[in-house]
Each structure stands twice: as C-alpha cells, then as structure tokens.
C-alpha cells in the first residue's frame, strides 16, 4: 500500500523568509504527485503537479516553485514568502483514472 | 473553474439518511464523478466514485442519473463523525492532471 509523508507537519515563518515543504510518497512507482493550497476556510486550489522526475506543471501561480528531484520525492519552495501564503499545504497522488490520495498536509502561518 | 455545483450547507440528525446533491450539467462521456470529504486540517478522504451506474460502499451509495448531469451522494444513519466538508469532482479516464475542486457542501451532523 502506498504511504504519503510530508514534512514539516506545520511551519511559522517570517514573512521575506524561504520555505522548503516536502513530501514523499512509499509504495508506488512513477507516481503523478500533486501540491494543493487551502486558505483558511477556502478552496483547495491546485498548485503544481507533476508526472516525472525533473518535470513539473504549473496550474496557478502564488509566487511559489515545485520541483521533482527524485521519482518518490516533491518539493515545494520559495525563496520570500508573502502573508498570503499561509494556509494548508497539501500533497496528493493518484493516476488519471485513480482515486486521489492525500498526505496529511503542513500548516503554514506567516507573521 | 470547478465543474460542479454544490449547495454551500446542509443540516441533519444523528441517525438520519443524508442526501447530498452535486450538478455536473456540463459532464463529458469520460469524466468520472468522484466523492471526497474533508475536515479541519486534513487531507480530503475519498468516499466513492462512478462513471454511469449505481455504486454503493460501506460509506455511501451513489445515484448517478441517467443523463449524467447530476449525482447524490447517500449517508445511511449519519454520526458525528460524518461531519465534514463534502466534494463532489470530476476526473477524466485520459491523462489528465488538472483536478479541480469547488467549495464543497460543509455537512453539520446535529446530536
């Protein structure tokens, strides 16, 4: 069975500050693998995704980056962060014709 | 955009059946109806999906019409528990990345 972890389970920064939010996925092999936002109270928005190592698709721009340095591993980053960036970060993976699977994602407040 | 159409909330009982509604007028022959929910700072959970006909689980059971154009999800003797934000997406069999969820039905479960 496939296991998702990401790290850190919540982060406080300051704002002008770098992030580096990860997860990895145990038990599949060439997952596609998804980064989700959610503000407080809102809508989960897609943010990137991608189907290969070294390859990823941008679906809405924040100011921030993923990148895919190992075929289990996604990472999302920036190098300033803004106060809107704070919310629920998640990961996700499943095939096109799959059920999505969530990590437990990573609460971010910015100050 | 999200593809579906969603009441924002709904009330009931425990110990009541639950059913929420989700249009999805604008469905294409290859888009499956998928069922998550989600509470405060998780990950969504899947619950069920389906292409055309019926399907139950040991969660819910879903009824697709006829034409496609709409879905009920159906919550036997809901509990506290059930208590969460309900999503009702769209996801096609090719390959496609792009998931793109809508605000939800927040289901309040009353003792």
């Known amino acids: 069975a496939q296991t998702i972890h990401q790290w850190p389970v919540a982060e406080i920064k300051a704002v002008g500050s770098p992030l580096s939010l990860g997860c990895t996925i145990k038990?599949?092999?060439?997952?596609?693998l998804y980064w989700y936002w959610q503000a407080t109270g809102g809508t989960l928005q897609q943010l990137f995704y991608?189907?290969?190592?070294?390859?990823v698709e941008s679906v809405v721009q924040l100011n921030l980056s993923a990148s895919r340095p190992k075929d289990d591993q996604f990472i999302l980053s920036t190098e300033k962060l803004l106060l809107s960036h704070s919310g629920f970060y998640l990961c996700?993976?499943?095939?096109?014709?799959?059920?999505?699977?969530f990590g437990h994602g990573t609460k971010l407040s910015v100050l | 955009d999200a593809k579906t159409t969603q009441p924002d909330s709904m009330e009931s009982t425990e110990g009541e059946t639950v059913h929420l509604p989700c249009s999805h007028a604008?469905?294409?022959?290859?888009?499956?109806i998928y069922w998550y929910r989600q509470v405060p700072l998780q990950g969504p959970e899947y619950v069920t999906h389906?292409?055309?006909q019926n399907t139950t689980n040991s969660m819910a059971f879903l009824a697709i019409a006829s034409d496609r154009k709409s879905s009920t999800l159906i919550l036997p003797h809901v509990s506290l528990r059930d208590a969460a934000v309900y999503h009702c997406?769209?996801?096609?069999?090719?390959?496609?990345?792009?998931?793109?969820f809508g605000t939800g039905t927040r289901l309040q479960v009353l003792p």
């Open positions: 038990g599949k092999s060439s997952p596609n």
């Open positions: 389906g292409l055309q």
């Open positions: 604008t469905i294409s022959g290859n888009e499956y």
């Open positions: 991608s189907i290969t190592v070294g390859q």
């Open positions: 996700a993976t499943g095939q096109p014709n799959e059920r999505l699977f």
């Open positions: 997406i769209l996801r096609a069999s090719s390959n496609t990345n792009k998931v793109v």
